[in-house]
């Protein structure tokens, strides 16, 4: 802080101040103020002395004295870590100079001499642990260390409150709720000795003991005092909520528990808005409508508290809102939660889409006033989704007192509903109640889209109201999921989720099944088909067999009903797929080939469909196809096929050349294996040769000499493989060489490695 000239000065020299005052000037005056501080702050002058808050803090940071707390936000039972920097080195700390939010903080070595307390590094740094003190309030805190003329510093902590638990978060006046807390000071465990309470009054040192609900102390007979604590430290009482300010303000309010040792408990209730529910929301005129009501200042019978609420209903007089007309509903007895349930009649005379009110007024004196609206014309579907035939109710509100439904007034889409009394439809024609509301039993039309569909009523003097229903359709499933054309296969539907009587696909006017949208004859589909009362059915027939099918990768298939009712799904096609194995071998051998997705041949088919395979572009071979559309076969690999070549194998079907697969196979270049791979000269080694021209003499060279006249030649057989043995050439040296196979005519060569030894 800044202190005044006049106010350092003796007061006998305040004359004298007043003439040199004459000779000084106010920047002069400014700048011995700041030397004043200055020297303050230098000297090291106790805080307590002339140093504010603030000014302390500004000591602290220009010495370098800093004190922190891990964590800065803990609660009573929780250990804290001090930490002190700026210290003198090697400083052992006064046990007595570290108070939090005012009271001593714990520092170990108290009591046992100099030497056993903690003292600062090499670089004034000082750490030690203690728990929260008794006597710290909940909330913002101040952990302060001060050693006269030495060291003083301080840090913002958050002293963490114990949470309370509350039966109910929800609190009205004279409402009974539970209290729980943990965490309080333990009540000692040995006999004779006093337990630890909260009582009703100031106890002890500590003012704030007690317990309040919205800064106000609770006191008898609303808590039973006092209130026994624990020996774990546990806290549990009953609780009559009082009527203050703080509990009839709509809002939240803190309910803090403090014992003697200072320790807070805090809970935060909610005081409700009275809050109208109604089990027919919107209402209407006439309609006798059931109500709850909470939120009220509750009975407690305890207390021979017996609250009663008087309710009125105010109506709009007209459109403009701005004039009620009051009818009385009655007396209502307030329960003990402070709720109040039952039936009143909304006025006749009351008009659509109003803005009427609800008083309650209570035996104390206050009221409440809740908002009524009533609703509108309004028509409305049960349920709002469903197939075409599904049965459905309807009810329309809003219509004139006892007036009566006009013909063809009520469409789903384009379609007239059924309506009784009306062409031909069982039952009276129907008229509107005394509360202009009237319900009638339906079913989906059909022929409808489906979809979203618009039910709509065209009101008395124009207008149209609606509501939306969404028509559903079964879904069409497949076994197996996926065929190949002419494959048998069985077609099933889900279930409906509203029963009706019994209905066919009959297979005549619209009730078909179709694909692609082209219906499927008789003699494909054993008509008719079943459909249960929960709208399943189930029939097996044979995928046709066209050009345009074959090329496709899925069928759409849908079904309607006798009723109208749809079902959908995809059956999916499968492609026309071949395996090869082995995909490389040499000529002459037997490769295997494996195919799937063709037509199906069904027993006792008229016409059995077969696959036709060619290799290099010559027909091999023909083969029939099973009744999944598949096959599998084998053959050998021409001989007279070149080595090193790709050759096209080809599976196509019979009398349909738009249905075929390609796939390629390879025969390798000329081979050679050496049996051993090394030897000795004049040692005799194994060969193996693979792929060269049939019936053809071949020539074997080792390095750069051939084999003797007498066993170099050897011959292909049919295949164009040959299997001999051979001397190795004497006068080879000893190394790694190349040894050949030449086949001439035209030239053949192969050659791997070999080793003399």
């Known amino acids: 802080m800044t202190l005044a000239i006049d106010e350092m000065l003796p007061s006998s020299c305040h004359p004298c101040f007043y003439n040199i005052n004459l000779m000084l000037y106010w920047p002069n005056i400014i700048r011995f103020s700041l030397v004043l501080v200055l020297g303050v702050l230098i000297a090291g002058v106790s805080s307590d002395s002339l140093l504010a808050d603030t000014d302390e803090d500004h000591v602290a940071q220009s010495k370098g004295w800093k004190v922190t707390v891990s964590p800065d936000s803990f609660s009573y039972a929780d ?5 002190m920097s700026g210290l003198p080195r090697n400083f052992p700390l006064d046990t007595s100079s570290v108070t939090l939010g005012g009271a001593k903080v714990y520092v170990s070595g108290h009591g046992e001499g100099p030497y056993a307390r903690p003292v600062s590094d090499d670089d004034g740094i000082l750490v030690f642990k203690t728990n929260v003190p008794d006597g710290v309030s909940s909330g913002s805190q101040y952990l302060r260390v001060e050693i006269e003329n030495i060291f003083v510093s301080r840090t913002l902590v958050d002293v963490r409150p114990l949470t309370l638990r509350v039966s109910s978060s929800e609190i009205v006046p004279y409402q009974e709720v539970w209290v729980v807390g943990m965490g309080f000071t333990e009540s000692p465990n040995n006999r004779g000795e006093s337990p630890e309470t909260i009582n009703e ?12 609900i919205g800064g106000i102390r609770v006191l008898k007979p609303y808590i039973q005092f006092p209130v026994m604590l624990g020996s774990n430290g546990s806290a549990f009482f009953k609780m009559v909520i009082p009527e203050l300010e703080s509990t009839i303000t709509p809002g939240q309010v803190e309910l803090k528990v403090t014992d003697r040792e200072g320790r807070d408990g805090v809970a935060m209730l909610t005081v409700p808005t009275p809050k109208l529910d109604l089990a027919n929301n919107p209402s209407y005129p006439g309609e006798s409508v059931n109500f709850e009501i909470s939120g009220l200042p509750a009975s407690q019978p305890g207390f021979n508290i017996n609250n009663v609420v008087n309710m009125t209903y105010l109506y709009a007089a007209d459109v403009s809102g701005t004039k009620h007309i009051g009818v009385t509903i009655g007396p209502f007895a307030v329960n003990e939660t402070g709720s109040i349930s039952g039936r009143f009649d909304v006025p006749k005379a009351a008009l659509l889409s109003s803005p009427n009110k609800i008083l309650v007024v209570g035996s104390n004196g206050r009221n409440w006033e809740l908002a009524h609206h009533l609703g509108g014309r309004s028509i409305s579907i049960e349920p ?20 009566h439904l006009a013909v063809g007034s009520v469409l789903f889409g384009d379609t007239l509903m059924k309506v009784p009394g009306y062409f031909g439809e069982p039952g009276p024609r129907l008229f509107a109640s005394d509360s202009g509301s009237l319900a009638f039993g339906s079913e989906v039309p059909t022929g409808v889209s489906v979809g979203y569909q618009t039910l709509g009523w065209n009101v008395p003097g124009g207008g149209t109201i609606g509501a939306v229903f969404y028509v559903m359709e079964n879904r069409l499933l497949f076994d197996p999921a996926s065929v190949t054309p002419g494959e048998i296969v069985t077609m099933t539907s889900d279930a409906h989720a509203v029963k009706t009587q019994r209905r066919s696909i009959s297979g005549s006017g619209d009730s078909y099944v179709k694909m692609d949208n082209l219906r499927l004859a008789h003699n494909v589909v054993n008509y008719p088909v079943s459909v249960s009362a929960d709208g399943r059915f189930e029939t097996t027939f044979r995928v046709p067999i066209s050009k ?8 759409e298939f849908t079904t309607v009903d006798t009723a109208g009712r749809t079902a959908r799904g995809t059956l999916y096609l499968k492609r026309e797929v071949i395996t090869i194995t082995p995909l490389e071998s040499a000529r002459g051998t037997r490769i295997t080939v494996e195919g799937t997705g063709f037509f199906s041949n069904v ?5 059995s469909y077969r696959v036709l ?17 598949a096959f599998k076969t084998s053959f050998n690999v021409p001989v007279t096929t070149d080595v090193g070549s790709e050759n096209p194998i080809t599976v196509e079907l019979e009398g349909w050349p738009s249905v075929r697969v390609v796939s390629n196979h390879k025969v390798p270049e000329a ?24 019936f053809r003499l071949v020539t074997i060279g080792i390095g750069h000499l051939w084999v003797s006249n007498s066993d170099r030649f050897l011959k292909t057989d049919v295949s164009g493989g040959f299997r001999g043995t051979v001397e190795v050439p004497r006068g080879l040296s000893k190394g790694l060489v190349r040894l050949k196979v030449y086949a001439p005519y035209p030239i053949e060569v192969a050659s791997v490695p070999f080793r003399v030894r």
Do not use: C
């Open 201 to 212: 009054t100031t106890l002890g040192w500590n003012a704030s003991s007690g317990i309040t």
């Open 384 to 403: 709002n989704s469903g197939f075409p035939g599904d049965p459905v109710r309807i009810t329309i509100k809003g219509m004139p007192i006892n007036h």
């Open 671 to 694: 081979g050679v294996q050496v049996i051993p791979d090394a030897a000795l000269p004049g040692e005799y080694i194994e060969l193996i040769g693979t792929g060269f021209t049939r």
């Open 603 to 607: 027993s006792g088919a008229d016409s």
């Open 548 to 555: 345009g099918i074959a090329a496709k990768d899925s069928l």
């Open 79 to 83: 250990e804290i870590t001090i930490a």
């Open 613 to 629: 395979l060619s290799y290099g572009g010559a027909q091999i071979k023909s083969t029939i196809l099973d009744a999944s559309g």
